[in-house]
């Protein structure tokens, strides 16, 4: 198969959909040189594979059209490519610019599957035609030179009617017959219906100005009237050359912001910081898709804070969270107060004169003082306050690995290859208190004092009774079985240690038992530092596998991997937000809170939001319901499940955001009450005997509610009773129902049938009856309504999205068709004001369309949702949620100008100049903030 697929310039992670026919008739045509059992790759390069199969199809197609019919085979193929540079690429043709003729030689080349043919439009359905069809490349050849003027005349007409159609960007008289020329000769192919009014215009306009001309210069002579021309001729030239300048201005910003959002794409797992940056120039440097969509994107991911610096960095911050410390292999340490760490590169200062590596850096607030001391080659302690102070130096014979403050800056601890020293700190002084010949590698203190050392052998606690520190215990088999402790950490409430492991484990135990909990087994290298947040809730991790982790302490399960360029060596609080450095010497300042709702799990098939997506979210999955709270989705506690009933996937919330409801399993239905604490006790009402729910829709009013039986072939309709349970009412037949949606006024339900309909029902009345149905291309998968106005949209499983008008739900009116999913359309959504439309598509991505003004995608969005599965606009309208079946739920923003002043809010270091070179060759290095 990898042989058919790159023969087909394809690749078994994206096929796309237009090239399966041309490799289904070359695999046929090889099955007929088989032996009739196996189909070998000789047997399909002996067929001649795809170039001949494709070849064999058109001319097949060809032979079939007689008489002069066969003339506007060319024309029409002609018509259907266009130059870019010296590369052929193809190109829609509106169906209304093409005559009788050419619809007919169209329909015959869409029955080879070699055209496609949408409501409005025809285009060659894959690139593979234009390089196997060797009479199509004679014809492209021959017709070369006429090809490239009329390229040259659609950007022309472009540029005029961009402009307003102004009669100086008109075509010069000495040009004219160029161009005319290259319409006359294209054998009749269609022309785009501004370039011929644009031609038609350009004729008229100079014919008129040289009649003038002749009657206000009748009387001079002949030269003086050429004298004119040529003036007039002159102007216009220079006009249309400093407009084609323009042009190609802004054809090269077009080029290179898709080359530098493909770059951004690049480096998405790679340097987060670095990719957003990039995504931010190409945004800047030009309005295209890419460009606005890779800055969403990057918006859409955990994007740190990047202070750069020597390599090698470790940091820390204070207990309180105050402050950021960060020192690095050149014996530099630079101090960051916690309020300006996004925006500041900190202050620094020289630690070890010798610039050898430190290896450990440890701050603290004593008596409204910051100190900081540094572990290496030799031992520091500084007053930062004002000017550096040095309070302490010392360099012994073996190297330390780690330094700690106990919580009221009173002791310090150092841990190094051979020995733990303990100090004393006082207001202007730093005095030895003990040392002990315990290699530490590793050295934390709890709340109570106690000092905790890890190390090759197995943690051990030491508790201080008067003026001496004394070995207290040994955590249970702590380092038998998982190799040298490199990181320790207690909670600050004293609850919890933890250590960090070489090989690749977070060890726990609960200090109030004693006991040792399940590791955190999530990590894939080394871990090298570990901090819990001020608030016990999580704890960071730090490992080797250029990565931080974030664990929850409430059931030990990691909720966000950060990815670094680099080793993390370390990891801090300052408040909400997480701090982390590597050995590429940089500071990275992350969110407290990720646009990744949700990770990873089960499949998250739909999303169901109040009307103005500010109230609630929910999705359900596993048996269980997920919701969110507010603009800030602030996880809500988990409504509880009915006993006895096992929930489905299909969902709803009303308009108003006061009641969820949840299919079953079992034809029944459960919902909740939503309120200030969230979802009350549930209550069930059983619709049908049994079956599952394929979907949930509530009218507007909360009156009325349709539920779609899954693989059945009815809509149940209910309606909710004064106690708030829900009793069946109707039934709507509706073979195979998939999702459905009331419009605004709730007047009619609307359902996408698996027969290739979406079935419009009039609701007013107790017995609804069918008013419409509106034809699709493939099972309509994904159906909705917007909120404001009778806007109706449908995605179908070849990934077309439809949009109708309902003003007259009798007489639905197409409004547009779209094309740019390859794959099924699972979830499609409208803005609260009814002005955007976005769709869920099979190949990962989201699709969000200008209604009215876009033709095509503005924005097509990708993150870890692996196949899209719905999409839902959340806050207004300002946010963009995401779900897929990796279990992801992430939220984007749905304007770049947003995701800019986000970026830009915390670009940190930027991009220096040996990054542009290296990641962006040949675009100039730019302020993109």
């Not at 007689?66 to 690429?89: R, T, W, Y």
């Not at 009617?161 to 008289?173: C, I």
């Not at 500084?382 to 073996?398: M, N």
């Not at 909720?559 to 060596?569: G, K, M, N, W």
Request: negative net charge; charged residues 20%; glycine residues 10%.
């Amino acid at each position: 198969m990898e042989l058919v697929l790159r023969d087909a310039g394809q690749t078994s992670d994206d096929v796309q959909p237009g090239v399966l026919p041309l490799i289904s008739n070359a695999l046929a045509a090889g099955w007929t040189r088989s032996d009739g059992k196996v189909l070998r790759a000789s047997d399909y390069l002996a067929a001649g594979g795809l170039a001949h199969s494709i070849d064999e199809l058109a001319e097949s197609a060809y032979a079939g059209i007689e008489g002069e019919a066969a003339d506007s085979v060319k024309a029409l193929f002609l018509s259907l490519v266009s130059l870019d540079g010296e590369a052929i690429v193809r190109r829609h043709a509106q169906l209304d610019e093409l005559s009788d003729a050419h619809r007919s030689v169209a329909h015959v080349y869409a029955a080879a599957r070699l055209l496609t043919i949408s409501d409005t439009e025809v285009w060659i359905s894959h690139d593979a035609l234009i390089a196997h069809w060797p009479r199509l490349g004679e014809w492209i050849e021959e017709d070369r030179s006429r090809l490239r003027a009329m390229e040259r005349l659609q950007q022309a007409a472009g540029s005029w009617e961009e402009q307003g159609r102004p009669d100086d960007l008109l075509l010069p008289v000495n040009r004219l017959p160029v161009f005319q020329a290259a319409v006359q000769e294209s054998g009749g192919a269609p022309a785009a219906l501004v370039v011929r009014e644009f031609v038609t215009a350009s004729e008229s306009h100079f014919a008129s100005v040289v009649q003038q001309e002749r009657v206000v210069n009748g009387r001079l002579r002949r030269r003086a009237r050429i004298v004119t021309t040529l003036a007039v001729l002159a102007t216009v030239l220079a006009v249309i050359a400093g407009y084609q300048v323009v042009r190609t201005q802004a054809i090269q910003a077009d080029a290179q912001s898709r080359q530098v959002a493909a770059a951004a794409v690049g480096l998405r797992v790679v340097d987060p910081n670095v990719r957003a940056q990039m995504a931010t120039a190409a945004s800047v440097i030009s309005d295209t898709r890419e460009g606005n969509s890779a800055v969403l994107d990057a918006a859409a991911a955990d994007t740190p804070t990047r202070w750069t610096g020597p390599a090698d960095a470790v940091a820390g911050a204070t207990l309180d969270g105050s402050y950021v410390v960060r020192a690095n292999s050149v014996g530099e340490v630079t101090w960051w107060p916690a309020g300006v760490v996004r925006t500041s590169p900190g202050t620094t200062f020289v630690a070890d004169t010798t610039a050898a590596p430190i290896y450990a850096v440890a701050a603290v607030v004593r008596a409204g003082r910051l100190l900081v001391a540094t572990a290496g080659k030799c031992r520091t302690v500084w007053d930062v306050t004002a000017e550096p102070k040095q309070l302490y130096g010392a360099c012994p014979k073996d190297t330390t690995y780690a330094a700690a403050f106990s919580g009221d800056g009173s002791l310090l601890v150092f841990g190094g290859e051979q020995s733990a020293t303990w100090m004393t700190v006082a207001d202007q002084s730093v005095v030895a208190l003990q040392e002990a010949a315990a290699a530490a590698r590793a050295v934390t203190f709890t709340t109570s004092g106690d000092v905790f050392l890890g190390g090759d052998g197995p943690v051990t606690r030491w508790s201080r009774t008067g003026s001496a520190y004394a070995q207290l215990s040994t955590m249970p088999e702590a380092q038998t079985r998982s190799g040298r402790v490199q990181a320790l950490a207690v909670s600050p409430d004293g609850h919890w240690l933890a250590a960090g492991i070489a090989a690749s484990e977070v060890r726990l135990w609960d200090l109030t038992s004693g006991t040792e909990l399940p590791a955190v087994k999530d990590v894939t290298s080394y871990v090298n530092g570990l901090a819990f947040s001020a608030d016990n809730s999580r704890l960071a991790i730090a490992d080797s596998d250029q990565k931080a982790y974030v664990v929850s302490t409430s059931d030990w399960s990691v909720e966000r991997v950060l990815s670094d360029p680099a080793q993390v060596t370390a990891v801090a609080w300052t408040g909400t937000e997480l701090v982390s450095s590597s050995i590429d010497g940089s500071l990275r300042v992350w969110d407290g809170r990720s646009p990744i709702i949700r990770r990873s799990g089960t499949p998250l098939w739909q999303l169901t939001a109040d009307a103005t997506g500010e109230k609630w979210l929910a999705t359900a999955s596993g048996g269980k319901v997920m919701l969110w709270k507010g603009t800030g989705l602030e996880t809500a506690p988990t409504p509880t499940v009915p006993s006895g009933f096992r929930l489905g996937s299909a969902l709803a919330i009303n308009s108003a955001g006061t009641e969820l409801v949840v299919g079953t399993r079992t034809g029944a239905v459960a919902s909740w009450t939503l309120g200030e604490a969230g979802a009350g006790e549930p209550r069930t009402s059983q619709l049908t005997d049994t079956g599952s729910f394929g979907s949930i829709a509530i009218s507007p009013d909360g009156s009325t509610m349709v539920a779609t039986r899954y693989l059945g072939t009815t809509a149940i309709v209910a309606h909710r009773g004064a106690d708030g349970a829900w009793s069946p009412t109707a039934t709507l037949d509706t073979p195979t129902p998939q999702t459905g949606a009331f419009t605004a006024d709730g007047k009619e339900y609307c359902v996408g049938s698996a027969d290739g309909y979406v079935m419009v029902f009039d609701m007013t009345s107790s017995t609804p009856r069918l008013l419409e149905t509106l034809k699709t291309d493939a099972d309509p998968t994904a159906v909705t309504t917007s909120r404001q106005g009778t806007l109706l949209a449908a995605g179908t499983d070849l990934g077309t999205v439809y949009l109708w008008d309902l003003s007259d739900p009798t007489k639905p009116a197409v409004v547009h068709t779209y094309h740019d999913a390859i794959s099924p359309v699972d979830g499609v959504s409208f803005s609260p004001d009814g002005q955007h439309l976005a769709a869920a598509s099979g190949e990962g991505y989201l699709w969000l369309w200008d209604i009215g003004k876009d033709t095509t995608a503005r924005y097509s969005l990708t993150g870890g949702l692996g196949t899209a599965l719905d999409v839902r606009f959340y806050a207004n309208g300002q946010k963009l949620l995401g779900a897929g079946d990796t279990g992801q739920l992430r939220a984007w923003e749905t304007t770049p100008a947003a995701a800019r002043t986000q970026l830009c809010a915390k670009q940190g270091t930027p991009l220096t100049g040996d990054e542009w070179a290296r990641y962006l060759p040949g675009v100039a290095r730019q302020k993109v903030c």
